[in-house]
Every structure is written in C-alpha cells, then in structure tokens.
C-alpha cells in the first residue's frame, strides 16, 4: 500500500466516514447499538493493553440463553437473537421452501437444484428433510467445484504469467484440480494450510502435498527478453508474503515492505523476517504422473538411459569440459552484471526460456549452474546439459562445431520425443542455494540493509522457533491454538459467502483500518467451534446452513431500513447477484448443456475473437470442442492481461491480485450480455429445445415447466399470462419473418416447426434475462 493510499484510507476512517453517520443519524436514520452488558458472552469487543481486538486470544464464550427456543435451531441463532431483541427486532420468517432449496444448492454446490430436486424437497414430510438436502449437498462432487472458486480468488489463480508477454502456463490446472479434490475430501484446514505452503518440506512427502504448494506458484512472473530475473523473484516473493499476510491473518503486512505500517504494530523488520520465510524457497516443476501413464513412463526409462548414455559417451570428456566452459562463463557475468552485455542477456535467457521449456519453472535453471555440479541430481544434470546443446552462447564454436554437437543435440532431441514422459505439476522446494535475507531500504531490492531472520509479527503469539525456522514452522504457527487470527479470518469469509457480508466486514484487514465486527461473540465462538470440528470446512459450513438465520427470507420489511439499512443484523437473508462464473453456469444447466466433467485442463468457451486480442503474443483463442465448451466457469482459461470477457462483465476479480471479497455490481452492459452473448442465446435455443422434447401438453404446461427448470417454483397467474402473451406475439411476428426464423435458429429453411421453435426461444432468452434468475435469494 503507497504512503498516499494510507492516507486517504486514514482520512475517509476519521474524517469523511463519522460526517457520513452523523448525516444519516441526523436524517432520521439510526445505526445499530454496540452497547451490550459486558459479561463473556456478550457482544463487545475486548480490547488488551494498547492491543487491538482482533491480536486478542479468542475467547470461550457461552451460548446465550434465550426464551424463544422454537426460532433457534442451533447456537448461532441464539447469538442473533440476542442481538435482534436488544435492537427491538424480531428475525423474518423462514423462506419458501422452493426458494430455501435453490438457494441452499447455489451457496453448496453452485448449480440450480433440478425441477426433480424441488419435487422431492416439496413432497418429502420429514422434519429433517431441508437437513438431509444439505448433507447430500455437501457430499456432492460439485461442492469443491463451487469453494474452490473462493480460494482461486485468494491466491490470484491464472493460466498465464502476467505482465507484457504474458506467457502461457500449461500445468497450471495441476494446482487446480488438486484444490477441488481436496476440498471434496475435507481435508483439515489446518493441513490445508500446512500443505499449500510447505507440503515439500514435510516428512517423505507426497506427490499430492506437493502439489499442494503450487498455491504459491499462483504469483507473476515476468520471461520478457531483458528482465532483471533477481528484480522479478523478489516481487513474487513479496506476493508471496502478503498473500499470507492477507489469507490467515487478515492484515495488510505489504504496507510495511517499505516504512513501519503507518497504522498497525508492524515494523518493516518484522516484514522482511516474514519473506524470509518465502525468500529460501524455488520454483520448480516435477513429475505427477497422471492415471496410467506412470507404467509406460517406467518400463521406457531404462532403454531410454542406455541410449543417452551411448550417445554421449564417445565424447564425454570433451563435452562435460565444454559445458562448464560455458556453466563459469555465466556465472561470471551473475557476479560481475552490466559488463558484458552478450553474457548478461544468456544467463537472462536461462532463467527465462527455461520455464518455457519444463512447463513453468521460472528460476530453476540459474539455480542449478549456480550449484555446485558435485551437488546436482542426474536430472538436473541431464536437463542442464540439453539445454546447452540448444543455447551454447557462443562458448567454443569451432569446438562445437568438431565435436557435431549440433547432431548430438539432435539426436537427444529426438530419443526424448519419442520417449512416454509423466505429466508434470508445479510445485516448490527449499532453496538448492540458501540467501541471506536483507531489509530492503526504503522498499528496493537493491538497497540492502540489515539481515533479519525468519520470524513472526510480534504483536501476536511468539513461535516455538526451531533452530532452523521455515516454511513448515510457519505454516505450524498460522493454525496453533494460539494464534487469534487464523480461525476468525476464516470463519469471516465463509460467512462472508453465505450472507452477502462478514461479521467483519473488511474480510481483508482485520487491522485497526478494518472494519469492528457486528456480533463479537458470535464471531469467537465459530472460531472456537471451527477448531473444535477439526477444522472441517464442510462441518462449519453445514453448521450455519442448518441454522435459522440462514433460512430465513430475504424479502425486505420497512420497519428495518431506519435501523438496519444494510443487513448488519440479518433480521433477514440478503437477496445475492450469483458469482460471475456461476452466472453462465445457470444458464448452461438449465438449457441441458453443462459438461459436468471434473477436473482436467483449462477450457476455452465461447467469446468474442477481439477480446484475446488485447492481450499481447495470446491472439488464438481456440474454442473447445465438444463438451469442453460448455465445462463450468471454473476450468474457464484466464488469461492475465486480457480475462474471459463475460466473467469480467459480472464482476470476477482482476488475476493480478489477492481478493477477499467480489464486488455485485448492477449494469446496463450485464444486461447487454444476457441478452446477445453467444453463450446465453445459445442457452435460450437449447433450452426452447429442451422444453420441445419434454412432450407437454400445451403451451401452459411448457410454460410451467420453464419456470421450474429455471427458478425451482411455478409461475404466477399474471407472470403465466404475461408469458403466454409473449409467446403469441413472438409468433404472430416470426410467422410473418422467415428471415428473422433462419437468424434466430441458424436454419437454411422457416418451417412451421421452426417458428415455434423460434418463439419459444425468445420466451427463453427472457427467463435467462430476469433478475431472479441471476439472484440467489
């Protein structure tokens, strides 16, 4: 965060922000109460010797005791009620049952429940019928689907680096695909943390933990011929640092890369002794072999080294010395940069080329010449020695030349082509060459200062510090016991995504900038409960599901705008525009067309030809064919300079940073989109189709049917009547309009048959446009 930003933020906190409450207040508008009776389990911040609320333990806190049991259906409830009485408010009622149904298989899963759902949800007596829908949901494949998108956001996931080349990044997906199983699995948000920042460094180590480390695989990289490789690992590293910084403990730590936090009780020192942490570690890029084709992989190896090694070995000697002629030469000009500039732009060309070469890994070749070759793997050897043969620099030519290197390089080339390889997933590993970690002077990289150690902030729980502190103790330190953040971080932002807003409002600072939180107490007792569950997301997502809160109706009461214009209470549900991808996804499931397809690579869906076009060497965007173009938003390939143009319309998040929480914005171009976009009108036809196929009576019938295919409920008596109008007036003009029917349908001929189909169509594209349909509420 600039020095500049601080201070507007500053000033709208203690300028602007009490002028705005003091307008509405004298208004006539009135803001709720914090006053509550300061016992345990009430509802007022606690507050520590010169310490912010958010730094202090978490309380045990008791569950109120309340008279109207019948409107508690768990402790979360009771939390809410207090708070509702002492405002002299009362909670709304609870919703329909279709629309609890479809809002609860939109918040889980992410996809519309189908008309058969509904049916069974409707006509099933059992008083925990709504329970066991949940509990299905949240066993159901599609919930990873649906919470991973969240966490994408978190770490800024994207298919390609960023910055002006903007290079493509083919085993992204890898991270993906393990962050949707994993999610499926439950897998304990304690070692979800532990995993995705050192699942490397644990014990004998599994392909799927590391894995789990390409979360910080997800930062900018920068392979432009002339890039300053040092420049570009510190910007990643410094990603790195606030994305933890942000994600577990909710504070905005980059405002102190270069100056003491101007607000909170961080030093610049404390800063940097968290990138030390990140500063140790490399990219690298290793064998995850995909279902079946670790066995051919095997069985190939052996023949596959004999021939290397009989290639090689007629001129071993002569080559091995020519390599680290070459291997000096570089290192010379890492020592010694801006003195030779051919030698500079080839050790440059290392670092940069070489991801291209194994997939992602952007400084793995300049690690490996700078180890010692004693020290070096085969592979790394192996790899290294190729990429010689390939980019010699100049070296020796006449001896390159003599030696036919140019042939051997061929040859290689070849027996490696033709060999089975095990895909490969982006990963990290401590660093093969340990760096001192310095204090960057007013920020740059350059300006080195004192040398720090890798530490924690000091306003927080100390960390049993190792003789060897690294990224696992960090991770350790994120999820202990101790550590008041982490847990109510987390509980926020899942509460965040179940009711519009989070008990802390600012799910991205919990900082003396951030907003106070609307119910305290409630707020430590899910993070005390979150641990207690072992930390199970699905468990704590299962618990505020089921509660009354939750299911109550969104439909607004006037006698709640003077006290609550903004929910802060939730004497009601919040009426919610879906997430971007979530958008298309409706629309797709209800026309029959989603590809319900787990995992796998990017996709490209439909849009636009000049939208790929504003990003710089990406011009091809290919659509995929087949059920690939009609996967969910969430395999939708994102290219960094130039992202998919219909999720950027309904708000998705820039990739080039971490975002805690999405913006809903209303607008004329989103309403544009639903209605000519590719996707949404090709959706309109498939589900006229659908509807045509389902072998209805009459035009009543269809017209119910759409209704419940697209809102989970029946039409009413005048939206019946408005549709069957519609319906007749797009007849009585297609009818009239064969040009219009070919247009519409993408037919040579206007058949009868086809101006139904037509009509119909134009009833379709007007459900996909309503507003309910693009609301959870």
């Known amino acids: 965060m600039s020095y500049r930003t601080e201070s507007m933020t500053a000033c709208y906190n203690w300028v602007i922000s009490p002028l705005i409450t003091l307008v509405l207040l004298t208004a006539g508008a009135s803001q709720p109460s914090e006053s509550m009776a300061a016992n345990n389990d009430a509802d007022t911040l606690i507050t520590g010797q010169s310490q912010h609320w958010s730094f202090q333990p978490i309380r045990q806190v008791t569950v109120p005791s309340l008279a109207q049991v019948a409107t508690i259906h768990n402790p979360i409830d009771a939390f809410i009620l207090r708070r509702l009485t002492t405002e002299g408010l009362q909670p709304s009622a609870r919703a329909r049952r279709t629309t609890l149904i479809r809002r609860v ?28 829908v949940v509990n299905r949901l949240l066993a159901s ?106 994600i577990w403990l909710g504070l905005t730590v980059g405002c102190a890369r270069c100056h003491d936090h101007k607000f909170e009780e961080i030093t610049q020192r404390e800063f940097y002794q968290l990138y030390a942490y990140f500063n140790n570690a490399d990219e690298i890029n290793f064998d995850a072999p995909l279902k079946g084709e670790m066995e051919p992989y095997l069985a190939a190896k052996p023949d596959y080294d004999r021939k290397r090694r009989e290639l090689i070995r007629p001129i071993e000697k002569e080559l091995y010395d020519l390599l680290r002629q070459w291997e000096l030469r ?77 042939d051997l390089r061929d040859q290689l080339k070849k027996l490696a082509n033709d060999m089975p390889k095990p895909s490969r997933a982006p990963s990290m590993q401590a660093a093969v060459n340990p760096r001192k970690t310095y204090i960057h002077v007013r920020g740059q990289f350059r300006s080195q200062g004192d040398t720090v150690e890798p530490n924690t902030l000091d306003s927080l729980p100390k960390l049993d510090s190792p003789t060897r502190p690294s990224r696992l103790t960090l991770a350790h330190w994120l999820t202990s016991a101790e550590n008041p953040l982490t847990a109510r971080v987390t509980v926020n932002r ?91 996804d409706l629309a797709l499931t209800v026309s029959g067309q989603l590809s319900r397809n787990l995992g796998g690579p990017s996709v490209y869906p439909p849009q636009p030809a000049r939208v790929t076009m504003e990003a710089f060497g990406i011009n091809d965007w290919k659509v995929s064919e087949g059920d690939d173009a009609y996967r969910r938003g969430l395999y939708t390939f994102i290219i960094r300079t130039a992202p998919f143009a219909q999720a950027a319309v309904f708000d998705a998040p820039n990739p080039g940073g971490s975002c805690t929480r999405r913006e809903r914005s209303n607008t004329s171009l989103q309403a544009l989109t639903l209605l000519n976009d590719e996707v949404f009108y090709s959706a309109a036809k498939a589900l006229a189709v659908r509807l045509f196929q389902a072998h209805l009576k009459n035009d009543e019938d269809r017209i119910h049917r759409a209704f419940k295919i697209c809102l989970s409920r029946s039409p009413t008596a005048d939206e019946l009547h408005r549709a069957l109008q519609h319906l007749h007036k797009n007849r009585q003009l297609l009818a009239n309009d064969s040009d219009a029917v070919k247009i519409i349908l993408e037919r040579e001929d206007a058949d009868r048959e086809s101006v139904e189909l037509a009509a119909w169509t134009g009833l379709g594209s007007v459900l996909l446009n309503l507003h309910e349909f693009i609301t959870r509420d």
């Open 494 to 584: 899942w509460w965040q995504e179940l009711f519009g807003r989070g008990i802390v409002l600012t799910s991205e600072d919990f900082g003396k900038q951030g907003e106070t939180p609307t119910h305290p107490a409630l707020l430590d007792w899910l993070a005390t409960k979150f641990i207690q569950l072992d930390w199970s997301r699905k468990s704590l997502h299962r618990l505020i599901a089921t509660s009354a809160t939750y299911q109550q109706s969104s439909r607004p009461r006037p006698e709640l705008f003077a006290v609550d214009p903004d929910n802060r209470l939730l004497a009601r549900q919040s009426s919610l525009r879906v997430p971007a991808e979530t958008v298309r």
């Open 330 to 406: 570089l290192l010379e000009a890492y020592h010694n940069p801006a003195k030779d500039a051919h030698w500079d732009r080839q050790f440059e060309v290392l670092g940069l080329i070489w991801g291209g070469n194994l997939g992602e890994g952007q400084l793995e070749g300049v690690e490996i010449v700078k180890l010692d070759p004693a020290r070096r793997t085969q592979q790394q050897q192996d790899v290294l020695l190729d990429y010689f043969l390939s980019h010699d620099g100049g070296i020796d030519s006449e001896r390159f030349a003599m030696l036919k290197l140019g």
């Open 105 to 132: 298989y939109l918040d889980l899963i992410g996809l519309p429940p189908s008309p058969a759902n509904v049916h069974e949800f409707l006509n099933d007596p059992r008083p925990d019928a709504y329970d066991r």
């Open 141 to 246: 494949p599609h919930y990873g689907e649906r919470w991973a998108r969240p966490w994408m956001d978190l770490c800024h996931y994207a298919d390609t680096d960023g910055y002006l080349t903007d290079q493509l990044r083919p085993i992204a997906w890898r991270y993906r695909a393990w962050l949707v199983d994993t999610l499926n699995q439950d897998l304990p948000f304690d070692q979800f943390t532990i995993q995705q920042i050192a699942g490397d460094l644990l014990p004998n180590a599994t392909t799927a933990q590391r894995m789990a480390t390409g979360f910080l695989r997800q930062t900018l990289s920068n392979r432009e011929g002339g890039a300053d490789l040092e420049e570009f690992r510190v910007k990643q590293t410094v990603d790195r640092t606030e994305m933890v910084g942000t």
